[in-house]
C-alpha cells in the first residue's frame, strides 16, 4: 500500500500541474459518478491528508481519492500516450488546457462537499507530513493504549497519519524494538519522531530509503527481507503477521538485535 511519502508526492505534482486550471473535460468511469460533469470548475489545491488525496475544486467540491494498494494518478500532456495500465482500469479523465489527470485502478473515488471533507479524513490523527504536524498529540494517541503492540499503534492511521508498513517495520528496528513490545515500554516520542523524519527525507529521494543507501535491494534494514541476514549482525530476518485478520500485516525484524519475549514467528 502506497505509505503517506508516496501519497504526498502524487499530490505535489497534481497540485503543480492542474492547481489555478479549469476543467475542460471530465470523464469519471464508476457506475456512482458515470453522469457527472466538472467542467468548467476551477483546481484550488490538491492536498494528500495521511493517505488520502483531496482535489479541491472551485463550487465548494471535493474529489476524493485513496490509492490503497494498486492505485495510482498520472499526469499527461494533452495528445500523450497514456501508459498507466490498460483503459479498463481508467477510473477517471481530468483534463485542463494543459495537462490530462488519468486516475488508474482507484479503489475510493467520490465526490464530498469541501466543507464536509471531516467525513472522510476526520478520523485520522496528526499527518506526519503535514507542516502543521501537531507532535504532542500524535505521543499522545499512541500512548493512550500502553498494552498495544508498538506496530499496531504506529500503523494506526487513528494516532498518526501516513505512515505504513515500511516505515514501521524500519523504525522499529532502527530503534532496536521488539515489534510485539507494548506501548508502555517504549520511548514514543523517539518513534514518533523517527517516522516523521524518515518520512521527510524521503520526499526528495522519490523512493523509501532508510539505510542511507538509495540502490535496489539496499533499501531497507529488514522490510521484505525474509530469511536475508541481517545488515547489522547477520542474523536471518524473521517474518510472522501482527494484527487481527484481515488487517494483519506482515512484520520483518531481527531477533538479535530487536529481542525480547517468545512470539510466533518463522523464517
Same mark, same amino acid.
Request: glycine share 8%; net charge positive; aromatic share 6%.
Given at each position: 500500500?502506497?505509505?503517506?511519502?508516496?501519497?504526498?508526492?502524487?499530490?505535489?505534482?497534481?497540485?503543480?500541474?492542474?492547481?489555478?486550471?479549469?476543467?475542460?473535460?471530465?470523464?469519471?468511469?464508476?457506475?456512482?459518478?458515470?453522469?457527472?460533469?466538472?467542467?468548467?470548475?476551477?483546481?484550488?489545491?490538491?492536498?494528500?491528508?495521511?493517505?488520502?488525496?483531496?482535489?479541491?475544486?472551485?463550487?465548494?467540491?471535493?474529489?476524493?481519492?485513496?490509492?490503497?494498494?494498486?492505485?495510482?494518478? !498520472?499526469?499527461? &500532456? %494533452?495528445?500523450?500516450?497514456?501508459?498507466?495500465?490498460? =483503459?479498463?482500469?481508467?477510473?477517471?479523465? #481530468?483534463?485542463? *488546457?494543459?495537462?490530462?489527470?488519468?486516475?488508474?485502478?482507484?479503489?475510493?473515488?467520490?465526490?464530498?462537499?469541501?466543507?464536509?471533507?471531516?467525513?472522510?479524513?476526520?478520523?485520522?490523527?496528526?499527518?506526519?507530513?503535514?507542516?502543521?504536524?501537531?507532535?504532542?498529540?500524535?505521543i499522545a494517541n499512541?500512548?493512550?493504549?500502553?498494552?498495544?503492540?508498538?506496530?499496531?499503534?504506529?500503523?494506526?492511521?487513528?494516532?498518526?497519519?501516513?505512515?505504513?508498513?515500511?516505515?514501521?517495520?524500519?523504525?522499529?528496528?532502527?530503534?532496536?524494538? !521488539?515489534?510485539? &513490545? %507494548?506501548?508502555?515500554?517504549?520511548?514514543?516520542?523517539? =518513534?514518533?519522531?523517527?517516522?516523521?523524519? #524518515?518520512?521527510? *527525507?524521503?520526499?526528495?529521494?522519490?523512493?523509501?530509503?532508510?539505510?542511507?543507501?538509495?540502490?535496489?535491494?539496499?533499501?531497507?534494514?529488514?522490510?521484505?527481507?525474509?530469511?536475508?541476514?541481517?545488515?547489522?549482525?547477520?542474523?536471518?530476518?524473521?517474518?510472522?503477521?501482527?494484527?487481527?485478520?484481515?488487517?494483519?500485516?506482515?512484520?520483518?525484524?531481527?531477533?538479535?538485535?530487536?529481542?525480547?519475549?517468545?512470539h510466533p514467528a518463522?523464517?
Amino acid at each position: 500500500m502506497p505509505e503517506g511519502d508516496t501519497v504526498w508526492r502524487a499530490c505535489n505534482r497534481l497540485n503543480q500541474s492542474l492547481a489555478g486550471q479549469e476543467l475542460a473535460r471530465t470523464d469519471f468511469r464508476v457506475p456512482a459518478l458515470a453522469t457527472t460533469d466538472l467542467r468548467g470548475r476551477t483546481v484550488l489545491e490538491v492536498i494528500a491528508r495521511g493517505k488520502h488525496l483531496l482535489m479541491r475544486l472551485s463550487g465548494d467540491v471535493t474529489v476524493h481519492s485513496h490509492l490503497r494498494m494498486e492505485g495510482s494518478w !498520472h499526469l499527461y &500532456r %494533452p495528445g500523450e500516450r497514456w501508459r498507466g495500465g490498460p =483503459a479498463h482500469q481508467i477510473r477517471v479523465v #481530468l483534463e485542463t *488546457a494543459s495537462w490530462v489527470a488519468v486516475g488508474y485502478r482507484l479503489p475510493v473515488l467520490e465526490l464530498i462537499p469541501t466543507d464536509e471533507e471531516d467525513r472522510v479524513v476526520g478520523h485520522l490523527g496528526p499527518d506526519l507530513l503535514s507542516p502543521s504536524f501537531d507532535r504532542a498529540q500524535a505521543i499522545a494517541n499512541v500512548e493512550a493504549q500502553p498494552d498495544r503492540t508498538i506496530s499496531e499503534a504506529l500503523l494506526d492511521q487513528r494516532n498518526l497519519a501516513g505512515i505504513g508498513n515500511f516505515y514501521r517495520n524500519e523504525v522499529c528496528f532502527l530503534l532496536g524494538l !521488539h515489534p510485539w &513490545r %507494548p506501548v508502555s515500554t517504549v520511548d514514543v516520542p523517539a =518513534a514518533v519522531d523517527l517516522s516523521r523524519r #524518515l518520512m521527510k *527525507a524521503n520526499l526528495r529521494n522519490g523512493t523509501q530509503v532508510s539505510t542511507g543507501i538509495n540502490r535496489p535491494g539496499q533499501r531497507s534494514w529488514v522490510f521484505e527481507r525474509p530469511g536475508k541476514p541481517c545488515r547489522r549482525c547477520g542474523t536471518p530476518i524473521l517474518t510472522a503477521p501482527i494484527g487481527d485478520p484481515p488487517t494483519a500485516r506482515v512484520t520483518y525484524w531481527c531477533p538479535t538485535c530487536q529481542p525480547e519475549h517468545p512470539h510466533p514467528a518463522q523464517p
